[in-house]
């Protein structure tokens, strides 16, 4: 019994705090210096209760700050407003009735994770917000993992390896801290209210009334609704978006099955083009804002205006029109993918499914009759690129296989007019026995647009080391992306250099039997193109015999290289079939 009754006190020990001057029970644990350290704590609090109080009540403001805030964060940039975070959002209503009838155990464990999913929801938000600036879209959970790998890449190239280290090592730490941060408010929030059960009882029920009679009545304050549910809507979009993501997959694969000139002999595949030299030229970024900013179109219509004059004079004819792309602000492969299959790409998932199917691109239709030679011009391409063969081009000249030795342009490996000037040294001048299809990717007006190229004599590109002296005097890339009046001034100037490089390219060394198609691939971002902007682009088609615009007299589109701000506007995925069609070749669908 002795034994049992010593037992029974050390439990008993163990359950209740200890007195001060109580004797230790024996067996328990010493922590070396703990007493003497919670003692100077104690005394410091002791000496100090009005700044020991004053602390606590700010650590409690600062996290109800953080949480409502974290609550009331919009996914969108415009939506950062101050009457924004001045709402009632709903879901700390259900959060703190939750938590008060909850005991202590579970009522720590479930703020946590309400906190930790908060935190995850704000990262989130911020991706979302990063999406929109630069794709004109939302951050999606499925695909766009992959993406942020580009953006570091991007950043690497516009402003160096360091500054890329540290927007990575930098996002890692934001993300950890946010997750971290909300889980300990939102712990100290839910000790608070238990502490002061009746008084938060209380106010969650008048604050619960006050928001469902504002969402019934809906309520606003400078056209605000005062009653908010901001962060449930967030997750409902960020749940659908993945829904949506996982069904659409099958239903893409059937759809890039069926194909219109699918099975279409090579005899019939654009019979009224033979013998021409063909090329499709994408010109990165070139959007409508590009023809309709007040700013930024002065510049560039006249650009297009004066080569249109130019190309007048050596014999060539051109057509303009418009063409929604299915991508905005980035991702340039999903538009080129896309106009050139007459699917529309626009995301990753569509990307993958699309490149690993049988469909005849436009490209591939022309390597198909085996009357072309094909190859492609891909001055931003520098890893492997296995879609050259979906493409159908025989020949492909990446960055390294063009022979540039100058500097790089912020992200562009190599001026447009150098690009140019080597697909004439490589392929486009030399003899052959049969015409050549080639698909052109310009990259000098690609984001961040500083430094930019100027043009140079095209004598004098030789291996284009003399583009050393132009980059070392360009603007810094990181003065250029902080200021969005300075990146449509630039952007401007990099779109007039492109639309300048290329055509004169044509008038120097295209020839009778030259047609050229260009387009851009998207608009630029929402800091120049603005927020809410469409997606339009525009497209057009340049050749001297006549013949060749006359198979397109019924677009009706606008005659030289300025599309009317009333062309007609074609979704890009339709591009594809009209222009077969528009040249002679005759369906033969493949089935599903």
């Given at each position: 019994?002795?034994a ?35 003692a100077r ?56 009735v ?8 579970p ?18 938000n ?7 600036e630069?794709?004109?879209r939302?951050?999606?959970l ?41 889980a300990?408010a ?21 604050a619960?009334?006050v928001?469902?009679?504002?969402t ?28 949506e ?10 759809e ?17 083009l ?26 560039v ?29 980035g991702?340039s ?37 085996g009357?072309?030679d ?7 391409v ?111 100037k990099?779109?007039?250099y492109s ?14 039997d ?28 340049v ?20 599309p ?8 890009m995925?339709?591009f ?17």
């Open positions: 019994m002795p049992f009754t010593r037992v029974l006190a050390r439990l008993r020990a163990l359950r209740r705090p200890r007195v001060p001057g109580r004797p230790r029970v024996p067996g328990r644990p010493r922590v070396p210096g703990r007493p003497r350290v919670l704590l104690r005394d410091a609090r002791d000496a100090h209760p009005a700044a020991v109080r004053t602390l606590r009540r700010t650590v409690h403001v600062l996290a109800a700050v953080l949480v409502v805030a974290a609550l009331l964060m919009p996914n969108n940039a415009p939506g950062l407003t101050a009457e924004r975070f001045t709402r009632i959002p709903g879901e700390a209503i259900i959060g703190a939750l938590l008060l009838a909850l005991p202590r155990r009522r720590i464990v479930v703020a946590a994770l309400y906190g930790a999913s908060l935190g995850v929801l704000t990262v989130l911020l991706l979302d917000i990063g999406f929109k630069y794709l004109g939302g951050f999606n499925v695909l766009d993992w992959g993406l942020l790998d580009d953006a570091q890449s991007y950043i690497e190239d516009s402003m160096g390896h360091a500054a890329a280290v540290g927007a990575a090592v930098g996002a890692v730490l934001l993300t950890l801290l946010l997750v971290v941060v909300m300990l939102t712990v100290r929030l839910g000790n608070l209210l238990a502490r002061h059960r009746a008084h938060a009882t209380r106010g969650a029920l008048i619960g009334t928001w469902i009679t504002c019934a009545l809906g309520v606003q304050i400078a056209g605000v609704p005062v009653a908010s549910d901001l962060a449930a809507d967030a997750v409902k979009g960020q749940t659908k978006r993945v829904v993501t996982l069904r659409d997959e099958a239903a893409f694969a059937k890039a099955r069926s194909d219109t000139f699918g099975a279409t002999p090579p005899g019939q595949l654009v019979p009224d033979r013998g021409k030299d063909v090329v499709f030229a994408f010109i990165e970024s070139y959007g409508r804002s590009a023809l309709e900013d007040p700013l930024i179109a002065p510049g219509t006249d650009t297009l205006d004066t080569r249109t004059a130019a190309l007048a004079r050596a014999g060539y004819r051109a057509r303009s029109g418009w063409l929604t792309s299915a991508t905005y602000g991702s492969w999903l538009g080129h993918s896309t106009a050139l299959s007459g699917l529309w790409i626009d995301n990753q998932q569509r990307y993958r499914t699309a490149t690993n199917s049988d469909r005849l691109t436009l490209t591939k239709a022309f390597r198909k009759t009357a072309w094909t190859v492609g011009i891909m001055p931003g520098q890893k492997a690129w296995p879609e050259a063969k979906w493409y159908g081009l025989d020949k492909v000249y990446d960055a390294f296989e063009l022979g540039y030795r100058g500097p790089k342009f912020s992200w562009s490996t190599m001026p447009d007019q150098y690009a140019l000037e080597a697909f004439e040294r490589l392929e486009h001048g030399r003899k052959r026995d049969r015409p050549l299809m080639s698909e052109v990717i310009l990259t000098s007006s690609h984001q961040p647009w500083a430094p930019l190229p100027e043009m140079v004599d095209w004598e004098d590109l030789g291996d284009g080391s003399l583009f050393d002296a132009i980059e070392k005097a360009g603007k810094e890339s990181s003065d250029v992306v902080a200021d969005s009046t300075q990146s449509r001034e630039e952007y401007g990099s779109v007039q639309v300048t490089s290329l055509t004169e390219w044509l008038e120097r060394y295209g020839t009778d030259t047609v050229l198609v260009f387009l851009g691939d998207h608009q630029p971002i929402a800091r120049v193109s603005g927020h809410g902007a469409n997606r339009d682009v525009p497209v057009t088609v050749a001297k015999d006549p013949k060749v615009l006359e198979k397109i007299e019924d677009w009706n589109w606008t005659e030289g290289l300025r009317a701000k009333d062309a007609p506007v074609w979704k995925d339709a594809r079939d009209r222009f077969l069609a528009a040249y002679g070749s005759v369906p033969h669908p493949t089935g599903n």
